[in-house]
């Protein structure tokens, strides 16, 4: 079924099959692994954040066919998603397609994705006796779809760039799980936080434990870096952040790595996004969590960034998604502008945030010429 998707004929490989990086094509283009350990490259690797989606009439055709969730569960179909923008453009990497919230939905809850609306949960958590509603999955049977489609996509990239994979952060996840939905306040969450603190901690644990093992089987079936998205850091201040975020964050990166070395799995980088995080949250994160990697969005000042955040860490971002709209122009021009100011070490471009879903084709194309034109 796979030869309808994928430029390549496979058989996806049980799990003990999928351990060791010999058993896929050896990698081509390792600007982002090289960027991330601070060695030279030739040119700054670039991708962008929900770059396999919906602005492409690629992905829409799809859609019209599939609902959202049904992309995700079959490998097929991810794997073909997120190999359209690889094909389309001269990405660094790719990432493989899923979402967010099928954490919530391995816990035990409903997640539809409405049209025009977005991702609803019709019954959220409202206190904290619902909490008993959650169930602590089997990863590797609940959410073995996503290895699945990461392990064909990395033999169906032939090693062109390399595969992140991803998951959101507790406290974001909290949120929807908590609201029934995405939040212009996230006031129901931030509710939780203060009238509920140790509830707060037992969801945010809960979601933890279970992100842990989903990353690490994400890297057991070929994820090359992985990203712990932070979507609703811009609803915590310095205090909040490093109760409710920073703890769980760090947590995460020591156990999957505990938990791969425990395996004798080579480690993977790893990235956190907290977005709309303040520079003292950043610092808290570079101080205390140990990741690699950490995504700014489009509001952080870059050589503040530098200044604050050291020389150790690999930055990623950060240009506004709304410049996309500027003439190809000057979207070539901020680009490229983006990576003198970052500089070419321990950097990777990329977006604020993620792609809109109407942002011009061609003003994708400027963006990563401008990157790679430095």
């Avoid at 389309?88 to 025009?116: C, N, T, W």
């Avoid at 079936?221 to 109760?243: I, P, R, T, W, Y």
Wanted: with cysteine.
């Amino acid at each position: 079924m796979y030869d309808n998707f994928c430029p390549c004929t496979i058989i996806l490989r049980r799990w003990h099959d999928r351990m060791t990086e010999h058993n896929f094509p050896p990698l081509k283009n390792d600007r982002l692994l090289r960027a991330v350990r601070g060695e030279p490259v030739d040119k700054v690797p670039v991708w962008i954040m929900r770059q396999a989606g919906r602005h492409l009439p690629e992905f829409r055709e799809i859609r019209l066919k599939h609902d959202f969730f049904t992309i995700c569960r079959t490998p097929a179909l991810a794997c073909e998603v997120t190999l359209q923008p690889i094909r389309r453009f001269d990405y660094d990497a790719s990432i493989i397609f899923s979402d967010i919230l099928v954490i919530p939905q391995a816990m035990g809850m409903e997640v539809e994705m409405k049209a025009g609306v977005g991702p609803v949960l019709p019954e959220p958590l409202t206190d904290p006796s619902h909490l008993l509603r959650l169930i602590t999955p089997d990863v590797e049977k609940t959410l073995g779809y996503v290895g699945d489609a990461i392990t064909l996509t990395r033999q169906c990239l032939q090693g062109k760039v390399p595969l992140i994979g991803f998951t959101g952060a507790p406290w974001t996840l909290m949120g929807y799980m908590v609201q029934g939905g995405g939040s212009s306040t996230m006031a129901q969450a931030r509710f939780w936080l203060y009238h509920y603190p140790e509830a707060s901690h037992q969801l945010l644990q809960q979601i933890t434990n279970v992100v842990i093992d989903y990353l690490v089987m994400q890297v057991k079936s070929g994820a090359q870096l992985l990203q712990v998205f932070e979507s609703s850091g811009d609803f915590l201040n310095d205090e909040l952040f490093q109760k409710f975020s920073l703890k769980y964050l760090k947590q995460i990166n020591e156990g999957v790595k505990k938990k791969l070395d425990e395996l004798n799995i080579p480690q993977v980088p790893m990235t956190a996004f907290p977005k709309g995080a303040t520079l003292n949250s950043l610092e808290m994160l570079v101080k205390e969590s140990g990741y690699d990697v950490i995504g700014l969005d489009w509001t952080v000042d870059p050589a503040e960034a530098r200044a604050r955040l050291g020389p150790n860490v690999t930055l990623q971002g950060n240009m506004d998604p709304c410049a996309l709209y500027a003439s190809e122009a000057e979207v070539f021009q901020r680009a490229a502008n983006m990576v003198k100011t970052f500089g070419k070490e321990r950097y990777i471009a990329n977006l604020g945030h993620g792609i809109l879903p109407d942002a011009p084709i061609a003003s994708v194309e400027a963006f990563i010429t401008g990157v790679h034109s430095v």
